[in-house]
């Protein structure tokens, strides 16, 4: 069975931190590019990084950069994203997913987490 679990998400004040993980069964996460996403209520849900299973090469979207850092444990098959100075617009609900390829766009990415919430309030 394939599956995808997130977790250490929850409520934390602005400028505190949070690390999330995504434990992989049922396959081999070296087999592939791991992203993570996030949607806050009513809006898209967008990467917000990515670890490339080819070269290793890790990707941030601007508003994140120096803040957060994607990586992996292939011994432990887990893929985290440490997440330093969150902000109020952090706020969303996180989700780490697969691409058979590399890096790129979301409807790229075959497997989904079931998503962990990340709170930033004071």
């Known amino acids: 069975q394939v599956q995808l679990v997130e977790s250490g998400g929850g409520l934390v004040q602005p400028g505190g931190s949070l690390r999330l993980s995504c434990a992989a069964s049922?396959?081999?996460?070296?087999?592939?590019?791991i992203g993570w996403f996030r949607q806050a209520p009513g809006k898209e849900r967008e990467g917000v990084s990515c670890?490339?299973?080819?070269?290793?090469?890790?990707y941030y979207i601007d508003s994140v950069k120096g803040r957060f850092t994607i990586s992996v444990d292939n011994g432990k098959n887990t893929v985290y994203l440490q997440m330093n100075s969150l902000k109020p617009e952090d706020t969303a609900e996180y989700y780490c997913?697969?691409?058979?390829?590399?890096?790129?766009?979301?409807?790229?990415?075959?497997?989904w987490g079931q998503g962990t919430q990340v709170t930033v309030s004071s």
């Open positions: 997913a697969t691409n058979p390829f590399s890096c790129g766009p979301r409807d790229e990415y075959d497997y």
């Open positions: 049922g396959f081999t996460l070296d087999d592939y590019a």
């Open positions: 670890v490339s299973n080819s070269d290793g090469s890790t």
